[in-house]
Nanobody
Framework: QVQLVESGGGLVQAGGSLRLSCKAS????????MGWHRQAPGKQRELVAG???????NYADSVKGRFTISRDNGKNTVYLQMNSLEPKDTAVYYC????????????WGQGTQVTVSS
């Protein structure tokens, strides 16, 4: 099993910044990628950004140029730096980890609330 613990959410004004962190523990050797999804009220969960163990990244079009995902393999931690935040970014943000054996996202964090006020 893999456990994911997120931190760093909160309330920020439009144009502000936040950094989310997600620390993985347990059987981390099965993980070959980590990332973030988000879910706003009344909407489906959507991909925000992902990063492989090799450092390759991908982003949703809506956050490109504003959000940056990074990872510290030594600390088993992935980060999401969010700049120029907009009210539409308000959501619960979930960390996730991709299992190299099952080839799917098997692990999720508990979620952290990000609220951007106008």
């Amino acid at each position: 099993q893999v456990q994911l613990v997120e931190s760093g959410g909160g309330l920020v004004q439009a144009g502000g910044s936040l950094r989310l962190s997600c620390k993985a523990s347990g059987n981390i050797f099965v993980i070959n990628a980590m990332g973030w999804h988000r879910q706003a009220p009344g909407k489906q969960r959507e991909l925000v950004a992902g990063i492989t163990t090799g450092g390759s990244t991908n982003y949703a079009d809506s956050v490109k140029g504003r959000f940056t995902i990074s990872r510290d393999n030594g600390k088993n931690t992935v980060y999401l730096q969010m700049n120029s935040l907009e009210p539409k970014d308000t959501a619960v943000y979930y960390c996730n980890a991709h299992n190299s054996y099952s080839r799917r996202i098997d692990y999720w964090g508990q979620g952290t609330q990000v609220t951007v006020s106008s």
